[in-house]
């Protein structure tokens, strides 16, 4: 007991390390316990922290802050409004065509598993075959069941979509116009002297802003790109494609790994074996290598210093705990992790300590 509480001395000693302990159990308590109650308003404050950068780019230009908050928030609803009546009813009307498909594709692919046995006869058996096109028919009616159990409660999903499209909106405005207010009002109840909270939050901000603002830009231009190459080679589901394929950047290595079979399985069962099957295969993977290696370096001023094994460990932890959100804010959730253990400080080791 004693060695613990020698532990607890020498890091907690600080009241301020005691203050950001207190901070961070509180902020992960809210989001565990009461992260679905308040998305609304957790999705809020995440939209206007991605347009203050662009408020303050304007300001930066000369305009007073109101102005600028009312010239963002209006492009903010207009991108919106195009989302939902442009972009929306074509995903909605491609996920519709796209199941009304799949028995036919089933079909095609029982068909062309059927053929692998007599083509080859070492490799793959007739048994081999018959087992995987019943796992194949339960996976389809299983589907099945999952589109027509989300289609019964569409109805609760819609009224909540409503009720967001009418909350966020507002919400998303006062957090933008009165952000120095809502801050000044946390300030209020924290200690006068935190330079070691001042600092890590500012780091943190530094590396978060460029982060999540980077991430969202590559969305939006790895979606833009992949629709224009789907479409010019005639792929059908084009905007649904597309959509995933710039949603997938999200999820680092992972993403792109699952959303490449989608995109080739509806390009097989288009166009089979055929030099645009190749072509779209070769645009497709000439995408995702200039993501990576031109996209990434210029948007991200910052590289985020994160082992590849820490970057898949926070997207399971954090996905698992707050779902999409927790996913897409996993390296800035690590990121700051790993910000704190940096600026946490260590005090020297009492005399007759022996280091391990």
Known sequence: MNIVANWFRRYFSDPQIILLALLLLILFAVVITMGSMLTPVLASVIIAYLLEGLVSQLQRAGLPRLASVLLVYLAFLLFVALVLLG?????????????????????????????????????????????????????????????????????VGIITILVYLILMPLLVFFFMKDKELILDWFRRYLPKHRPIVNDIWRDVDRQ??????????????????????????????????????????????????VVTLPVLLVAWFQWGWAPTFIWLGVAYFVIQALDGNVLVP?????????????????????????????????????TLVQAILTAWPIPPEEPGCVSP
């Open 298 to 334: 210029l948007l991200f001023s910052e590289v985020v210093n994160l082992h590849p094994v820490a970057i898949i460990v926070a997207i399971l932890v954090f996905g698992g705990v707050w779902g999409f959100w927790g996913v897409f804010f996993a390296i800035p959730l690590a």
């Open 87 to 155: 972009v929306m009813p074509m995903v909605s009307r491609q996920v519709t065509e796209l199941v009304q498909q799949l028995p036919s594709m089933i079909s095609v692919a029982t068909n062309s598993l059927l053929e692998l046995p007599g083509h080859y006869p070492d490799l793959v058996t007739e048994a081999q075959v018959a087992e995987l096109i019943d796992m194949l028919r339960v996976e389809t009616v299983s589907f099945g069941q999952r589109v027509l159990s989300w289609s019964l409660a569409s109805v």
């Open 208 to 257: 978060i802003s460029n982060y999540v603002r980077g991430k969202a830009w590559e969305i939006l231009i790895v979606w833009a790109v992949s629709y224009a190459t789907f479409y010019s080679f005639g792929l059908k589901y084009s905007m649904l494609l597309s959509l995933l394929v710039g949603l997938s950047v999200i999820v680092p290595y992972i993403g792109a790994a």
